[in-house]
């Protein structure tokens, strides 16, 4: 039975535009430039940029780590496989496990800002427009997401790299416009430590606001899981990860440093993501209809990245059912377009029933914050877990191709990086700067640590019964397969083996699911 409904994701369908795109969007530039990095102000104030410069820095560390990996272990299950192969198998399943739960979350979240914000705006446009009919909008995205999921790899790639490409260009023919009216107030002092807010003088308040910006950057390792579906995939996702992650960072940076000269650097305290002192705000005042494509960006922007969290969540989904620690149904590939449609239709149900379930139960902001709460918690926690497997993997499996400074020191710099933003994303008031989380967002503690200790259960079990099925993360199924089609081709070709020192015997074919 399960013979018959799995099988191989869609080979060399994509190439490095696609999957880079795959990284971009679901870094959400347009939202996180409009959105996210603006809640750093209040920290930085006019120093913002520098912030995000720092931000920068410190996540390219994990990109590298990320990059590394994903050239070396080429699989749809992503960071699950790293952790298997890099620190125990056992380690992988939980990392899949909380992997797929917070990215299957990710479309409903963004969901949720495309409603209240299509509502916000049509409402302050015309009045009569009401201001909470914001579920058919989410309701409608999450049609047009299960649609190009549904439709295969290529259409969902290349429909997310149409979005990309507004998005961008948007926010830079913006920010051109912003920096040309700053005229002689554009100032490099912004990249210094003399504009931040008050009570977080000097760099204090730039590490703070750092803080916060390095939430934005979340999202680039998303081409990774498209590995199986790429071509030439150890080139091609080493690529996408460090390119999105430095090229988006740039973006960052750029739009950044222009709203701040634009809007004054002694003023930056008191910009924020809505009202007169937000991007949408400066757009109204100074721009005329500009607004219009910067909120079109942004609604694009909500819509791409739910598109390619949900190409995530359906691989990892899929890698994980493949070799049975999830329901096999999950590896259920359409006959035509091998897209994973038994985890496209489970992703879909979680979508709708968590937009309606927590946007009309609370209302669609407060449901949006519980639901980032628990995602940015989950994330950063596995951007930690994978820069140690990094530093493992080389160290176990990879010793004669170990570098100590990007298999190393880059995973201890990457994850003091994240640590501070871990503890800000969970309202642990470690840092004075942190707010503690107020009900109902402070459920998503709870939430995680009862999804965790589920998984624990269920990793025990499987190790109890089905030990070989933990040992199965850690397989690079690709290398199986090119490894199966060389042989049947007369040639010898082994495929990457899963060491006793991996924590795991390799059989030497692919289970089937």
Known sequence: MHGK????????????????????????????????????????????????????????????????????LPAAGSVATYAARGLHPAAGFLVGWAYVFVEMLVPPLLLLQLGFTAAGTLHAEWSAYPADLWWPWALAGAVVIACAGYLGVRAS?????????????????????????????????????????????????VFAGSVYTVLAFAGFEAAAPLAEETRDPRRTMHRAVLGAALGIGLFYVLTTYAMTVYFGPDRFAAFGASGEASWEGVARASFGLFWVLLFL?????????????????????????????????????????????????????????????LGLGYDPVTAYLLLATVIVTVVVGVYIVVNLSCAGFFLRSRRASLKPVRHLLFPV????AFVPA???????????????????????GPVVGAWLAMGVLVLLVLIRRHPERIAETARVHLDAHDAGADRQDGTARSADPVTPADGAARRPDSPTP
């Open 5 to 72: 409904t799995a099988g191989t994701l869609r080979r060399d369908a994509i190439g490095l535009r696609d999957v880079l795109f795959q990284s971009v969007t679901a870094m959400a530039p347009a939202a996180a430039v409009a959105a996210s990095i603006p809640s750093g102000a209040v920290f930085a104030g006019g120093s913002l940029p520098l912030s995000v410069l720092i931000a920068l820095v410190a996540c390219l560390f994990t990109a590298s780590c990320v990059a590394e990996l994903a050239r070396e």
């Open 157 to 205: 790639a290349r429909f997310g790299t149409v979005l990309g490409v507004f998005e961008i260009l948007v926010l830079l023919v913006f920010a051109v416009l912003l920096i040309s009216g700053a005229g002689s107030a554009n100032t490099l002092s912004v990249f210094g430590t003399s504009h931040t807010a008050d009570g977080y003088a000097g760099i204090s308040g």
């Open 297 to 357: 960006a942004v609604v694009n922007s909500t819509i791409a990245n739910a598109n390619a969290c949900a190409n995530v969540s359906t691989r990892t989904a899929f890698a994980l059912a493949r070799v049975r620690v999830l329901p096999g149904v999950l590896a259920t590939l359409h006959p035509r377009h091998r897209s994973p449609v038994a985890g496209i239709a489970v992703q879909t149900v979680v979508a709708v029933g968590a937009v309606l379930g």
């Open 413 to 416: 710099l990457g994850s003091a």
């Open 422 to 444: 871990l503890l800000t994303a969970a309202g642990l008031p470690v840092f004075d700067f942190v707010t503690e989380l107020t009900a109902p967002v402070s459920y998503a």
